[in-house]
């Protein structure tokens, strides 16, 4: 059983940079397809973005196609969100999900393992 631990989140001016990171415990993680999700006060977790095993297909929500870029590193068990022009609309907390054995995918019920969220705040 994987354990995921976020990391990166902080408070931002809007247009400002952030890097979130997920790492992962266990020897398995290169065979788990990996996907970030947010979560704002009083709204349902939303998808963001979400990798494939070997890092070499991923795919975006809309809202963030060309702002952030999703990433992993399998040596050192970790994905990456780089969230870059950051908007208040962005604060949330982001979750970082894996699904052994599977492709990437958009739906969260198809995410077996979750982490514990880091909050996001981008002020105007």
């Known amino acids: 059983q994987a354990q995921l631990v976020e990391s990166g989140g902080g408070l931002v001016q809007a247009g400002g940079s952030l890097r979130l990171s997920c790492a992962a415990s266990?020897?398995?993680?290169?065979?788990?397809?990996m996907g970030w999700f947010r979560q704002a006060p009083g709204k349902e977790r939303e998808f963001v973005a979400t990798i494939n095993w070997s890092g070499d297909n991923t795919d975006y929500a809309d809202f963030v196609k060309g702002r952030f870029t999703i990433s992993r590193d399998n040596t050192k068990n970790t994905m990456y969100l780089q969230m870059n022009s950051l908007k208040p609309e962005d604060t949330a907390v982001y979750y970082c999900?894996?699904?052994?054995?599977?492709?990437?995918?958009?739906?969260?019920?198809?995410?077996?393992?979750w982490g514990q969220g880091t909050q996001v705040t981008v002020s105007s």
């Open positions: 999900a894996g699904r052994p054995l599977a492709g990437l995918s958009r739906f969260k019920y198809r995410y077996d393992y």
């Open positions: 266990g020897r398995t993680f290169s065979s788990y397809a």
